[in-house]
């Protein structure tokens, strides 16, 4: 099945930095792969995804790289705002519909 | 549109009892989902379901069992309650399209305690 690793497990910036966080996967089939945001005590919330078709994409403050050879993709956060601040989870699927997840990363925005 | 709702929000066990945790979802979404998280660590996939009468194991399935009558509901059931069992669970849903994977919707998540 589908592995996934995710790095780091915890990240301090301060305040309008930049945060990246990077995920490896190991099946080749894979084609989907989400990132997710959880606040503390909260739910997973999608935050934004990318398919095996478009090698970056960016909504705003949030981007994400894929580079399918490598089987590696990566989160980045720009002007990092202390709301910022929660666990940041990465998922890679595919035609199946199920996601595996990555372990976390805790990201801490120091004011 | 309510989305994913599970109940109940926390719950405290005893070693060996049993209990149901409800889901349901209103998005008329195909595919539902059970994880379980457990402190510090990523989401584990327990069961899921691609449509009504249609059930499989995830990564984790022992211990536990489901059943999807409707296309509302995705019911986990534990049987026999143990300590390692203590986790927050998580319903999830996501639609049926063609081509490469859906977004999953969560719940809000149930926090289970075994004594």
């Known amino acids: 099945g589908e592995n996934v690793e995710q790095h780091p497990s915890t990240l301090s910036v301060q305040e309008g930095d930049s945060a990246v966080i990077k995920c490896t996967y190991s099946d080749s089939a894979s084609n989907y792969f989400p990132w997710y945001k959880q606040e503390l005590g909260k739910r997973p919330q999608l935050i934004i995804d990318?398919?095996?078709?478009?090698g970056e994409k960016k909504d705003q403050r949030i981007a994400v790289t894929l580079n399918k050879t490598a089987k590696h993709f990566s989160l980045h956060i720009t002007e990092t705002q202390p709301e910022d601040s929660a666990v940041y989870f990465c998922a890679a699927g595919g035609s199946n519909y199920k996601l595996t997840f990555g372990k976390g990363t805790l990201l801490t925005v120091n004011p | 549109n309510a989305g994913v709702t599970q109940t109940p929000k926390f719950r405290i066990l005893k070693i060996g009892q049993s209990m149901t945790l409800q889901c349901t979802q209103d998005?008329?979404?195909?595919?539902m989902y059970w994880y379980r998280q457990d402190p510090g660590m990523g989401l584990k996939l327990i069961y899921y379901?691609?449509?009504?009468?249609?059930?499989d194991k995830g990564e984790v399935p022992n211990g536990y069992n489901v059943s999807r009558s409707t296309t509302e509901d995705f019911p986990l059931r534990l049987e026999l309650a143990a300590p390692s069992q203590t986790s927050v669970y998580f319903c999830a849903s996501s639609a049926t399209s063609r081509g490469s994977g859906n977004t999953i919707y969560f719940g809000e998540g149930s926090w289970l305690t075994v004594v």
């Open positions: 379901s691609v449509g009504a009468g249609i059930t």
């Open positions: 998005m008329n979404h195909n595919y």
């Open positions: 990318i398919r095996s078709n478009v």
